[in-house]
């Protein structure tokens, strides 16, 4: 029996606030439990989504990389194809720039093939750079002599810098650096 007085004692010496508190703290603490792990859901759920997110996006970089990676070689191709092979030692630019311009039509015709081809992964300047190339080509075939000549190189020309743009683009894109750095603990 002393034992059950010691506990009444007990609870009356912390009293009943003491006994409110603690049935406050217990409820308190599920309270907060349940917040947190409500909370916890979230921020998984968030960084899933934005996991997903970048992993599309590095596919999608991926897919347009191997495109420009494409592109640049099918431009390089197409702009030696554009040249006639070296056939004699004393072959000039004009004796080149000759066989181009008899070839203006077909140069059209290939350039405005790979540019429908490529439209969608070509960088803007790279597009208004094969245009520029493709309307000279197009006005050329319809001038003799000199102005299909003028023709004939603007378009070279601008055919030879869309190849160095292409492929300095690929060549950025293939340069990335990964560095971790571990800390020791």
């Known amino acids: 029996m ?5 506990g009444f004692n007990w609870l009356n010496t912390l009293g009943i606030p003491a006994a409110i508190s603690g049935v406050f703290a217990f409820i308190g603490k599920r309270y907060l439990d349940k917040r947190l792990n409500e909370e ?5 759920h968030v960084l899933n989504q934005k996991r997903e997110i970048q992993k599309q996006q590095l596919k ?5 990389f191997h495109k420009q990676y494409e592109a640049s070689q099918e431009l390089y191709l197409l702009r030696r194809s554009l040249l006639p092979e070296y056939r004699t030692p004393d072959m000039d630019w004009e004796d080149a720039m000759e066989f181009v311009s008899e070839n203006l039509g077909i140069s059209a015709e ?3 093939g790979f540019l429908g081809k490529y439209f969608t992964v070509l960088s803007p300047n790279i597009v208004e750079l094969l245009q520029k190339a493709i309307n000279a080509a197009e006005e050329g075939q319809f001038f003799s002599d000199k102005p ?5 190189n603007a378009m070279y020309k601008s055919v030879e810098e869309c190849s160095s743009l292409l ?5 950025g894109q ?11 603990k």
């Open 2 to 6: 002393d034992e059950l007085a010691n």
């Open 40 to 44: 916890k859901s979230y921020l998984e």
């Open 60 to 64: 999608n970089s991926e897919f347009i």
């Open 110 to 112: 290939q350039l405005n």
């Open 148 to 152: 299909s000549f003028i023709a004939a």
């Open 167 to 171: 492929k300095s683009e690929v060549d």
């Open 174 to 184: 293939r340069r990335v650096e990964i560095k971790f750095s571990m800390k020791a």
